[in-house]
T-cell receptor, first 116, second 112 residues
Framework: DAGVIQSPRHEVTEMGQEVTLRCKPI?????LFWYRQTMMRGLELLIY????????DSGMPEDRFSAKMPNASFSTLKIQPSEPRDSAVYFC??????????????FGPGTRLTVL | TQLLEQSPQFLSIQEGENLTVYCNSS?????LQWYRQEPGEGPVLLVT???GGEVKKLKRLTFQFGDARKDSSLHITAAQPGDTGLYLC????????????WGLGTSLAVNP
């Protein structure tokens, strides 16, 4: 079975540009999480969705960040305008609603974002 | 604000040595998870501990949840180069909230 898919794997952009990160969760998983990872701050939860509805966006840094989940198989995280301090690895993860592993978060390979 | 503190932050050992890493908090969690993350990849779940005092073993890895459910430890026996990676602990509160509280991790290097 395919795991969580993220694209692109690497993104280099210039300050002020719009960046869109994409995620396809594991089929059948109802929960989707967006994280940012840096050496200094570790893994930070940005936002999570349940059945395509945002449940907790308290971790979204500021209005420059937005996330959408138009359907059960696709989510985007957009940064506009991007700034150098946004440079990090961004992870998407998903979890099932039912079953023995409801608390397990299955992570994608991440997108390494560099803003120059 | 709930925090999980992991120690040590970095650890470099020789193949065959034993080691223990710690995850501590002042808060009580309903469960605690350990993940391992290899370079260029996302974290992968190793184990979930739920009951205070619980001990779980995964081959050479032994996980323990503190009696008060505020802390946990991971012990690796006879470490191998394949154990190299970032070990992250994550705590979950009771209820339907799926949010995890993450530690900063212990970066382990096992040298051949």
């Amino acid at each position: 079975d395919a795991g969580v898919i993220q694209s692109p794997r690497h993104e280099v952009t210039e300050m002020g540009q719009e960046v869109t990160l994409r995620c396809k969760p594991i089929s059948g998983h109802d929960y989707l999480f967006w994280y940012r990872q840096t050496m200094m701050r570790g893994l930070e939860l940005l936002i999570y969705f349940n059945n395509n509805v945002p449940i907790d966006d308290s971790g979204m840094p500021e209005d420059r960040f937005s996330a959408k989940m138009p359907n059960a198989s696709f989510s985007t995280l957009k940064i506009q305008p991007s700034e150098p301090r946004d440079s990090a690895v961004y992870f998407c993860a998903s979890s099932p609603r039912e079953g023995w592993d409801t608390d397990t978060q299955y992570f994608g390979p991440g997108t390494r974002l560099t803003v120059l | 604000t709930q925090l999980l503190e992991q120690s040590p932050q970095f650890l470099s050992i020789q193949e065959g040595e034993n080691l223990t890493v710690y995850c501590n908090s002042s808060s009580v969690f309903s469960s605690l998870q350990w993940y391992r993350q290899e370079p260029g990849e996302g974290p992968v779940l190793l184990v979930t501990v739920v009951t205070g005092g619980e001990v779980k073993k995964l081959k050479r890895l032994t996980f323990q949840f503190g009696d008060a459910r505020k802390d946990s430890s991971l012990h690796i026996t006879a470490a191998q180069p394949g154990d190299t990676g970032l070990y992250l602990c994550a705590g979950k509160n009771a209820g339907n909230n799926r949010k995890l509280i993450w530690g900063l991790g212990t970066s382990l290097a096992v040298n051949p």
